[in-house]
């Protein structure tokens, strides 16, 4: 392979090997720290393509490294493969578990990663066909919907050499992105009381549920006090055993959001003390458990405007006359009111309200947007240069990690979307390979973003990634 079109023919030749894997990742989906079995396919296919897998970055059983090549520059590509919980849905467009209560891919991680897995084999083809040196890397990523699987691979410097790195993610336009997400801290926080007999003697109790509740109370009141883009949301994970006894252990989970570290420290130590005062309060004790963090998102402009252009090298994703009724299908299974504020969030011409998928080329046009959800590519962006591409996988009005999303994972609407972003990102990696101004370009404008601000691990030391059975 000599050429772009060379790269787009080679991706095309092969993408039943990339519809086989991506398919059967949504087959068997696997939450968070247990992807064994995507992970290891994933592996396998690239250790057949000739690339050397190491595994266990950071720690986490399920990461892995494949790399192929040597020397300057190193480009990598983040590849994501766990599930969501209580999304279990057949591969058709009416709503129907397959599995009730089960996993499914709510967010299209098993086109994700395995999108970015076809870029790194194209790119590693081209790179080997035309004799062009530099270092590809592919590196498989558990745990993204729990926010931190790259954030323990960052801290142990998995992504310390990388010159720059490519992400996508599954959505409903293709358009690159140039806004942020905030970064957020995920902890629990557990009280212990004194059991009592709730009815003969209450008064020798003190209750671990009466500090969560004052504690979530006091998290309520603290909301009018927070700048618009913190977010701070919480589930109770228990709050004792039986009505009749006071409880003596109660613990609740939150997840705190701010886009800047300061603000989000911050807000993070003022829930703290909601904490302790809460413990007060009720003369019980408590324990704040940290179980992970990620950072806030540092978009690339540089590598964003080289993938539009390269998007328009490409072209648009042609979706036939039956994709389009699949999807207003699913898209009449939700209210109207969601399906126009999903619309009204993707800014696009008015005249294409109403259609059930967007197949053309989109400039990025979320510059100034701050998303309030969060995603683990932000610790690798304070590392390297990394710009995120999203493209057309879903119907237009599913709204994220809901049954719709899974619908369409693992039919021609995701495998075209899922493709689109292969050749898009391998290209992209194809022209920083060969112009090293425009790969200075883009780490030129890194450099500037992050003067006097390094990357900062959001991970206290203490903290591991958990360790589960292989089954």
């Keep these: 392979m000599q050429t772009k079109q060379d790269v787009i023919a080679w991706i095309e030749a092969n993408r039943l090997d990339f519809t086989r894997i991506s398919d059967e990742i949504w087959e068997h989906p696997e939450a968070g720290h247990r992807e064994f ?4 396919l994933q592996a396998d296919y690239l250790a057949a393509q000739g690339f050397r897998i190491t595994w266990g970055a ?39 578990a397959a599995v009730p209560g089960g996993l499914g891919h709510g967010c299209g991680h098993n086109l994700l990663g395995t999108g970015c897995m076809a870029s790194t084999t194209a790119v590693k083809r081209w790179l080997e066909d035309s004799g062009t040196p530099g270092t ?28 720059a790195a490519f992400n996508y993610h599954p959505g409903y336009t293709n358009m690159p992105s140039k806004g942020s997400a905030v970064g957020v801290n995920d902890i629990k926080f557990r009280f212990h009381g004194k059991a009592a007999h709730a009815g003969g003697s209450p008064h020798l109790g003190r209750s671990a549920l009466d500090a969560v509740e004052l504690m979530n109370l006091g998290v309520n009141y603290l909301r009018e006090h927070v700048s618009p883009k ?21 613990e609740v989970w939150y997840f705190i959001r701010a886009h800047a570290r300061s603000e ?53 994703i042609v979706f036939t006359d039956a994709e389009r009724a699949y999807a207003q299908k699913i898209n009449d299974q939700y209210p109207a009111e969601v399906v126009a504020d999903l619309f009204k969030s993707f ?3 008015e005249e294409l309200r109403g259609q059930s998928l967007f197949g053309d080329n989109y400039p990025a046009n979320d510059e100034k947007r701050i ?12 590392i390297t240069p990394v710009s995120m591409l ?55 404008e890194f450099a500037k973003a992050t003067e006097g601000q390094p990357y900062r691990t959001p991970l206290p030391e203490n903290v591991q990634p958990p360790w589960y059975p292989k089954n």
Excluded at 37 to 40: G, K
Excluded at 73 to 90: R, T, W
Aim: glycine fraction near 10%; include cysteine; charge should be negative.
């Design 136 to 163: 590809v890397r592919y590196y498989g990523c558990p745990s993204e919907e729990n926010t931190y699987g790259k954030t323990f691979m960052a801290r142990a410097g998995a992504f310390d050499d990388l010159d």
């Design 347 to 349: 800014e696009l011409p």
């Design 390 to 444: 999203n493209t057309a996988c879903f119907a237009s009005g599913a709204p994220g990690h809901s049954w719709g999303i899974v619908a369409t994972g693992a039919m021609s609407i995701g495998h075209k979307g899922m493709l689109h972003a292969a050749k898009v990102m391998a290209l992209s990696a194809m022209d920083l390979y060969s112009d090293a101004a425009l790969l200075q370009k883009a780490r030129a």
């Design 37 to 40: 079995l995507a992970s290891q």
């Design 264 to 316: 989000l420290d911050d807000v993070t130590n003022r829930v703290r003390r909601i904490a302790e005062g809460a413990a007060l309060m009720t003369e019980t004790t408590y324990e704040a458990i940290f179980q992970s963090a990620c950072s806030s998102v540092l978009s690339n402009h540089t590598l964003a405007d080289l993938q539009y252009a390269n998007m328009q090298f490409v072209g648009p």
């Design 230 to 250: 913190v977010r701070m949301h919480y589930v109770t994970t228990h709050g004792g055993d039986l009505p009749n006894i006071v409880p003596s252990e109660a």
């Design 58 to 96: 950071g720690g986490l059983q399920t990461a892995f490294v494949a790399e192929w090549g040597q020397g300057k520059p190193v480009i990598g590509f983040a590849g994501e493969y766990d599930a969501l919980s209580n999304l279990s849905q057949k591969n058709q467009a009416e709503k129907e």
């Design 371 to 382: 998303e309030t959800g969060s995603t683990d590519v932000g610790d690798l962006s304070w």
